[in-house]
């Protein structure tokens, strides 16, 4: 027997504009969105995780507790992260003490005082090289894409999309596919003996997701773990190839899951095989 491990890839909700392509969300502390967020929540409980794990720096745990913490006791009021969004309100309903930050920034070769940023940055190789086309860029088929002041791409959805719809989307394989596509074709950026693109996959992506497993590997400490991750969507497919290929967990993905439980609340008669 192993623990369970569900990964829930998620856009960041709070518009960040940290990725290099970056899905619009509408305000979702708006009525409509914190139903559908509460709906979320609820077909996630029956899960019933032991544990939720967030994408936030382990360095952060103490803080992000005693935030957790006054949620609780109706002190602190929910931001627009999907760490407070579905992982804090998760953790309430599942009557947890805490929640867990996994993520890992601390050797990133971009904020690194000793690593030359020109080893890494692949954005200005590709422009200088004419290598544009090896850069991830979003398809029309995905939304209006536009881009704002600071030169940040952003895809704007044409129609409105349910949230549940959104996670149900994002999660499923052919997208995480083609995200990891995106990654090995950056790795392809350089010429001759520069390597920028193999670089930064090598030395920043890839490790943090294999680092963010070993965190997840450390707050898991018995066989009937059921852990569930908050993270986002681009990390699903290194990460749950890390998962997988460790034969550590069970990893059960969010859009089998999802399935399974709307049969059940049906009354359709399911068995674990219909899941896959």
Not at 123 to 148: C, M, V, W, Y
Not at 177 to 199: S, V
């Amino acid at each position: 027997m192993k623990p369970i491990i569900m990964i829930l890839g998620s856009s960041h909700l709070s518009n960040p504009g940290w990725d290099g392509v970056n899905p619009k969300i509408d305000d979702v502390l708006t009525p409509k969105r914190q139903a559908e967020i509460e709906q979320l929540v609820t077909q996630l409980g029956k899960f019933q995780p032991t544990k939720i794990a967030l994408e936030i720096d382990f360095s952060r745990d103490a803080e992000i507790n005693a935030s957790y913490k006054g949620y609780l006791e109706g002190t602190y009021e929910l931001k627009r992260y999907e760490s407070d969004q579905i992982g804090f309100r998760l953790a309430k309903q599942m009557e947890h003490p805490k929640v867990y930050c996994v993520d890992y920034f601390g050797e990133d070769p971009i904020v690194r005082e000793d690593i030359d940023e020109r080893l890494v940055d692949y954005d200005a190789f590709a422009e200088a090289n004419g290598q544009e086309h090896l850069l991830s860029s979003p398809s029309p088929t995905e939304g209006k894409i536009t881009q704002d002041a600071d030169g940040r791409t952003w895809i704007v959805r044409e129609k409105y999309e349910p949230m549940i719809d959104m996670y149900i989307r994002i999660n499923q394989d052919e997208g995480i596919r083609k995200n990891l596509r995106d990654y090995l074709r950056i790795a392809r950026i350089g010429l001759q003996d520069e390597y920028p693109g193999a670089n930064w996959v090598a030395h920043a992506w890839y490790p943090r997701n294999l680092k963010i497993f070993v965190n997840l590997t450390r707050i898991t400490e018995s066989e009937n773990e059921r852990v569930l991750l908050i993270i986002g969507a681009g990390h699903l497919g290194f990460l749950k190839q890390i998962v997988e290929d460790s034969e550590f967990y069970n990893l059960l993905k969010f859009g089998q899951y999802y399935k399974f439980q709307a049969a059940l609340s049906k009354g359709s008669v399911v068995s674990c095989s219909d899941m896959e």
